[in-house]
Structures are given as structure tokens and as C-alpha cells.
């Protein structure tokens, strides 16, 4: 059993580490303040970025990706993810994957732009009546001579307001249990299709969600993704690696949270003695190491059997477990350590606040913890016990 990182791997990381802490973490006080970076900004720390190779790490070299394993995405993500997702997010471009399935004309107008970061793409799934249930979205398309005209209402869809174009689910066909429900790409500006309410969220500051509003949205056929009816299966197809990517999202800002309570822990001075010195502290300190190094862990492990290829069945359940655990793990430790804080832990201008008000949302994306359970239990019903 060989535990040991490639070395070009872990040079990588290195020199994100370094992006990271020179050009994203300084940062983080304005996104906080204003929601969001001022476009130079914004626009100048993204070139640096796709210099660096960090654009679409999933997509392959021949559409302009970077073409990494899951191992090395996991990997980079995790050093990304120590700073706070409004900074990295805006900056380090990532197509959704789900554009792979991008005909010839279609990769000219999405594909490509995304890949390379010139356009952002926002993926439009849930609905006010919708969210674990994804299956049962309401947004109907219907076929009128050569194009589709879409009515519906989309909500929490990340970048939303900023999106160049939508990937949106709709279904076009009620009455079939297995092709119900197509995708189609909708640009801002194509009439009938507008922003509707922006919201305001408990964190990531930066990293905004809207409503989408379809108001007889009138697309031609050639903006259909993929086949007719099968949208859905496009979407899960894209579950597996996000809940993956996910609880990757979470190792870094717990490995940083830890980082900061030992540090703390060393100089916060009471009763005349570091408060490290008191075991009450230590035990918390401890538990976090364990939450770290196991989630750590098992998703380093579901990357690299991902690289190799093994049962896609068994990758969805151990990938509802990493997303499950991880998520759950990062809450635990954001809680420990802004206890060990005190009260300097609640005040808004420290990354513990800002941490724990953020890591709420991981364990309700990508598959509640509920619905990942789920999934992970029938997988083991099904399956039984993954090695
Ligand atoms: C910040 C943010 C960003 C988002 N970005 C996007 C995006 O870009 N695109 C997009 O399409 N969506 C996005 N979402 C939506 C997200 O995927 C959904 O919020 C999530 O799937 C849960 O759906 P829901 O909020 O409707 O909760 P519900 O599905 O209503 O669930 C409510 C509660 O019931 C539980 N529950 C539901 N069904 C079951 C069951 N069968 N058994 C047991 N418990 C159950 C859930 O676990 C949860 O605890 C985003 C959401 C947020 C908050």
C-alpha cells in the first residue's frame, strides 16, 4: 500500500499554497465588506489563475482544460478552498462539466469560453417546489415548430446574476417515466428570460445565488444539451464528482481553522497561562486533528480509486460518504475552534466567523447529508460494504 503523492503533485500544490496566501487571502476583508471584487481585480488575479494551469482542472486538454485526475483536482481545491470560496470562486474558472456534452457549434459559444474563463455558466436544477427532489421540477419546455419555449422559476442558482449563459433543466416530455426531462442552454439577454430575486445568504460573501424567471423563454432547438429527455441523466452523471469535489471544498478551510487554533492557543494568555495549556482545550484541538485527518483521508482515497478507474457504482456511495463526512466534519471543527477563540471567534473580522458561518451550506448542496445517507445505504443494500 503506497500512500506517497506523485512529486509534480505535490509541487503543484506548493506553488498554489503560495497563490493562495499572496493573492487570494488578502482579499478576503474587501469581498466580505462589498460582496463580491472589483472587476480589475477581479480580472487580473483570473489571468493569473489560467497562467498557473488552475482553469477547468476537469476538462480535457483537447477542450482547453487542464485534463488533471481526480486526485490532483482534490489536491488543488483543497489548498484553493483555504481561502474564502467568495475570493477563489470568482477568480479560478471552472466550466461546468456537464458541457461536455456540447455539440460542435455549441463548444464555439459555450464550451470553449467557459473552459478558458472568458464566460461563466450557472447551473439552473432546483426550483421553489424542488430541491432534494430534483426529478419533480416543474419548469415545463415546450416544442413549438423549430424551438422551445421555456416557463418556469429557478432558485438558489449559484452566479445566477452574473452568468453569461444557463444550463437549464426543464422537462418536455410529462408523460415518459424515463425521458422526462431536457437541458437546455440559455443565454442572458434571450427574451422572456430574466433574474428575478437575488439572495441574501448566512456566508460566502461573493459567491452569490438568484432566481432565474422563464417567462415563455423562447430557445431554438440547436440550444438543447445533449439528447431530448435526457437531461437528467446529464446531471447525475455530474453528481458523483461534485459531492467529491465537495468534500474537498471542506479540508481546506478546516485545515486553516486548525492552523489558527493552534496558534491561538499558544498566545491567548488567561489564568496566566497559554490557554493551550488546559486540557479542556487540547481535547478540543485533538478531535479536530481526528475530523481533518479522517476526512482527509477518505477523500484522497475516493479521488485515487476514481483515477484508477474502479466500479462507478461503488465510487457513488463512497462518494455520498466522503461528502457526508467531510461536510459534517468541517462543521464540527468550526465550532471547536471558534470556541477555543472565545469571544474574538464571533467578531466578523476574523476567518473563524467567516468559516463557520460558511460551512453551513456543505452539508446541504451537492445532496443534503440526509439524501447522501440515503444513497449511501441503498448503495450498501444493494451492494453491501465497499473495500
Ligand atoms: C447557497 C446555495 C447555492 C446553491 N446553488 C445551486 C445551484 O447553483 N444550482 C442548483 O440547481 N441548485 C443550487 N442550490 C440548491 C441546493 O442544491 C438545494 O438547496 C438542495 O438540493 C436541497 O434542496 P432544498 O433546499 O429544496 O431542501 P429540501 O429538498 O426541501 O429539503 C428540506 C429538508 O428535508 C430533507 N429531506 C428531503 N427529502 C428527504 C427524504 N426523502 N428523506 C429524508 N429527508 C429528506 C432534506 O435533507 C432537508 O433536511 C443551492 C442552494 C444553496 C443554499
Known amino acids: 500500500m503506497d500512500f506517497s503523492l506523485p512529486e509534480d503533485l ?70 484553493l478552498s483555504r481561502a474564502l470560496p467568495g475570493v477563489s470562486s470568482s477568480v479560478v474558472p471552472e466550466a461546468s462539466n456537464i ?12 464550451l470553449y469560453p467557459t473552459v478558458r474563463g472568458d464566460k461563466q455558466d450557472c447551473f439552473a436544477l432546483t426550483e421553489p417546489e424542488t430541491g432534494s427532489d430534483a426529478a419533480g421540477i416543474k419548469t415545463r419546455a415546450v416544442k413549438e415548430a423549430d424551438s422551445w419555449v421555456i416557463n418556469g422559476r429557478k432558485r438558489f442558482i449559484s452566479h445566477g446574476d452574473s ?23 440559455v443565454e442572458k439577454g434571450t427574451p422572456g428570460f430574466s433574474i428575478g430575486q437575488l439572495h441574501k445568504t448566512m456566508g460566502h460573501r461573493g459567491y452569490r445565488q438568484a432566481e432565474l424567471v422563464f417567462d415563455d423563454c423562447r430557445v431554438p432547438d440547436g440550444n438543447i444539451l445533449g439528447e431530448v429527455g435526457k437531461g437528467f441523466d446529464l446531471a447525475r452523471d455530474w453528481l458523483r464528482n461534485g459531492r467529491i469535489m465537495t468534500a474537498a471544498r471542506c479540508l481546506g478551510p478546516m485545515a486553516r481553522l486548525i492552523d489558527e487554533a493552534l496558534e491561538w492557543s499558544k498566545q491567548r494568555v488567561q489564568f ?19 475530523d481533518l485527518y479522517a476526512a482527509r483521508m477518505m477523500t484522497y482515497n475516493v479521488a485515487w480509486d476514481t483515477d484508477q478507474g474502479s466500479d462507478f457504482r461503488v465510487l457513488n456511495g463512497k462518494a455520498s460518504a466522503v461528502k457526508v463526512f467531510a461536510s459534517e466534519a468541517l462543521g464540527r471543527v468550526a465550532d471547536r475552534v471558534l470556541q477555543i477563540f472565545g469571544g474574538t471567534g464571533y467578531m466578523n473580522e476574523v476567518f473563524v466567523e467567516r468559516a463557520y458561518r460558511n460551512a453551513r451550506i456543505e452539508r446541504i448542496w451537492e445532496g443534503t447529508s440526509e439524501i447522501n445517507r440515503l444513497v449511501l445505504a441503498r448503495n450498501m443494500l444493494k451492494l453491501g460494504m465497499f473495500t
Open 99 to 110: 458541457l461536455m456534452a456540447c455539440n460542435r457549434q455549441q463548444r464555439e459559444r459555450f
Open 163 to 185: 452568468a453569461d449563459f444557463a444550463i437549464v433543466f426543464a422537462v418536455t416530455d410529462p408523460e415518459s417515466e424515463t425521458d422526462r426531462i431536457t437541458a437546455f442552454l
Open 10 to 79: 505535490v509541487a503543484f500544490r506548493t506553488e498554489v499554497r503560495r497563490f493562495v496566501d499572496t493573492e487570494l487571502i488578502p482579499h478576503e476583508d474587501y469581498v466580505e465588506e462589498h460582496d463580491g471584487l472589483p472587476d480589475d481585480v477581479k480580472n487580473d488575479l483570473k489571468k493569473k489563475a489560467v497562467a498557473l494551469g488552475l482553469n477547468s482542472m476537469d476538462m480535457p486538454e483537447e477542450v482547453g482544460g487542464q485534463g488533471s485526475g481526480l486526485l490532483a483536482q482534490v489536491l488543488v481545491t483543497e489548498e
Open 272 to 290: 496566566g497561562e497559554p490557554i493551550g495549556n488546559y486540557q479542556a482545550i487540547q481535547l478540543m484541538l485533538a478531535d479536530c486533528a481526528m
